[in-house]
């Protein structure tokens, strides 16, 4: 397995870092949640955090939204301790959390001025959010009668209530359709063209992949590698060709064996190759071959 | 503290618990129980009994029966066309005890005779109903003229004071029961109301997206705030729909409004305490009988450790203070001591929820 523990990658072609997180631990007795971790973001930069469950994702979270009391090590978000200096951070920041913690008896609307009130946000902020989430025509239905999706985007509705520095999003589209899925990530992208930055922590590859500036691989708490999607999958993925020859039979080459690669020069040479569609590996490909299992 | 997040959340509170169910049921369930003790009992002091003649000629008899009864029992005298309709009654229980008088009856008693005298008893008669057929030998003797055996002076001991009989004589049953559910109320409020609304908090996870901008103080202060008007609001309906006025309404108020305070402090700590609503409906009620039964022992002849030991329960203290409010004078004494035991709960109570708190920023 690469050696890719301790990494310290620091943000580059976005604004000045945002989030500064040195030698962070949470230790809940002998167990490592989350293991000396140091990394950096900067503003206006998606950041995801990967990995499988009870690799340290969520700990990580809570400790950076000022949730839960680092071990050791310490975190700044826009130059503030999210320890010593909770109550300056909190209202630069927001998070959606994984479970939709919505009051079920109150309408969408009551759920956002209530936020709105608490963020000190002006109350037309709540009708231009429910505008950008689409939800404007069920303003005024409880929430327990919402779809999913609907619950989802209310939910995001809420962590930009206070047009958050930095919004933290922890499994932001676990459980819905690809429809309600692709909407929550315009959403999240919309955020991020007004100059904000993103923190998610998802299981889907694919989403890491597509919204993602970089992504972090986490492992036993552990952060084992961090990079920009491609170069990762570059630097750790699989490269592969289909090749369909003349004589109507498909094989798949791996580039980076020097007999595969032997193989389809040969067939090159002898002008026996149709088709050649190669492919670059995946960031699950990258995950296993970082922590040996798949996610 | 900010106040706005403060109120923010208690008016989140105060909207949702309107469409709570549970909410509503846990006080309108005292609400209909003090209702129901209104209607059961009397203010009267002294139980009342109904009694039903049949007399075809004027008599003294009942005149004569309420005058003898009347240091025990309130006698109300109905008549009735015959004997048919007194009996239909009686079987009903609309009437405690029946007499047919015959024609002549005074004056057959004052010549001598022995003219018959019919008592209708139900096959379970009242106490009233009892007593008035035990006392007719005695009343008849007395008509007829009969100097009694012996000259009976009857003493009847005033009600010792601080025990239930002395409340009971100065409020009357009905004035106590609704005590016992304002008490009952109070504690529904502060020990299942309130920790099921901070236990769902919990549950559904919604506190952690509060206290990413508020703090968990201020959570609790909007919690409390909530629960306080609760019982300011349910009280006063609860005395508005029995008509009991309190005769020390200063007294009265203060001693609820202490009382609130201190089991909402406990509602907080039970609320903290649980992690979902199953755990919460368990052990709420194990937490209401031991602040709802010392209310109703309150002065009753217990041994004396019980009494030691209902007497350090803050509802039990609230019960004495609410007997004297209502009663207007000190039926129970030492209200210092009530003060103090009340005051010392609130001030562990909310102890224990600051030290929670503080733990709970720590971790």
């Known amino acids: ?295 | 503290m900010n106040l706005s997040r403060i109120t923010a959340i208690y008016r989140k509170d105060l909207r949702d618990a309107l469409r709570d169910s549970r909410i509503i049921i846990a006080v309108l369930m005292p609400l209909l129980i003090g209702l129901l003790y209104s209607f059961m009992f009397k203010d009267d002091t002294k139980p009342t009994a109904k009694l039903g003649v049949v007399a075809s000629a004027s008599t003294q008899l009942p005149a004569a029966l309420q005058a003898a009864t009347k240091a025990a029992l309130q006698l109300k005298v109905q008549s009735f066309a015959d004997q048919a309709a007194l009996t239909r009654q009686v079987r009903d229980k609309k009437v405690d005890v029946g007499l047919v008088v015959p024609a002549g009856f005074d004056s057959a008693l004052k010549s001598g005779a022995s003219p018959k005298l019919t008592v209708i008893l139900p096959a379970s008669p009242s106490f009233g109903g009892d007593y008035v057929a035990a006392v007719l030998d005695r009343v008849t003797q007395s008509l007829a003229g009969q100097v009694p055996a012996a000259t009976i002076a009857l003493v009847t001991l005033p009600a010792t004071a601080g025990t239930a009989d002395s409340a009971l004589a100065a409020l009357g049953a009905r004035k106590m029961f609704v005590l016992v559910a304002v008490i009952l109320m109070l504690a529904m409020i502060a020990v299942y109301a309130l920790p099921a609304v901070l236990t769902e908090e919990t549950e559904k996870r919604t506190v952690e997206a509060l206290t990413l901008i508020a703090s968990d103080a201020e959570v609790i202060v909007a919690k409390s705030l909530f629960g306080l008007t609760y019982c300011v609001i349910s009280v006063p309906l609860m005395l508005a729909i029995t008509r009991v006025v309190p005769e020390s309404l200063a007294l009265f108020v203060s001693a609820i409004v202490l009382t609130s305070v201190t089991l909402v402090g406990l509602g907080l700590l039970l609320g903290g305490l649980m992690r979902t609503q199953t755990q919460l409906n368990t052990w709420s009620t194990v937490a209401l009988l031991p602040l709802i039964v010392p209310a109703i022992v309150v002065g009753l002849p217990v041994p004396g450790w019980v009494e030691a030991v209902v007497s350090a329960i803050p509802t039990a203290q609230t019960m004495r203070l609410g007997v004297n409010a209502l009663a207007g004078r000190q039926l129970f004494g030492a209200e210092w001591l009530s003060w103090a035991i009340i005051l010392g709960w609130a001030v562990a109570a909310y102890g224990l929820v600051w030290w929670r708190l503080s733990r709970q920023e720590a971790a």
């Open chain 1, 1 to 295: 397995m690469p050696q890719a523990i301790g990494v310290r990658v620091s943000a580059h072609r976005f604004g000045p870092t945002i989030i500064e997180v040195d030698g962070l631990s949470k230790h809940y007795g002998d167990v490592r949640a989350v293991d000396d971790v140091s990394f950096s973001v900067a503003e206006g930069e998606i950041l995801g955090l990967l990995g499988p469950n009870g690799a340290g994702k969520t700990t990580t979270i809570r400790m950076l939204t000022g949730r839960a009391r680092p071990t050791s090590g310490r975190a700044l978000i826009a130059g503030h301790d999210v320890v010593h200096e909770r109550e300056r951070v909190k209202p630069l920041i927001n998070l959606v959390f994984e479970e939709q913690n919505l009051y079920e008896r109150q309408t969408g609307r009551e759920n956002l001025e209530l936020f709105a009130k608490l963020y000190g946000a002006p109350s037309a902020r709540v009708l231009e959010l429910l505008e950008r989430v689409g939800l404007t025509d069920a303003a005024s239905r409880k929430v327990r009668t919402y779809s999913s999706g609907m619950k989802q985007r209310l939910l995001i509705a809420r962590g930009l209530v206070n047009d958050p520095r930095v919004l933290f999003l922890d499994e932001p589209t676990k459980g819905l359709d690809p429809s309600s899925a692709r909407d929550v990530r315009g959403i999240i992208r919309d955020h991020v063209r007004d100059g904000a930055t993103v923190f998610l922590t998802t299981h889907y590859m694919e989403e890491a992949d597509e919204l993602c500036d970089r992504v972090a691989f986490l492992a036993a708490g552990k952060i084992v590698a961090l990079d920009t999607p491609r170069e990762l999958k570059l630097r750790y993925g699989e490269r592969t060709a289909d090749v369909l020859l003349r004589d109507r039979t498909e094989h798949e080459v791996r580039l980076d064996e020097g007999a595969d690669a032997a193989r389809l020069e040969a067939w090159m040479a002898a002008g026996e190759v149709l088709t050649v569609h190669s492919r670059e590996g995946t960031l699950e490909d990258v995950f296993v071959n970082l922590a040996g299992r798949p996610l």
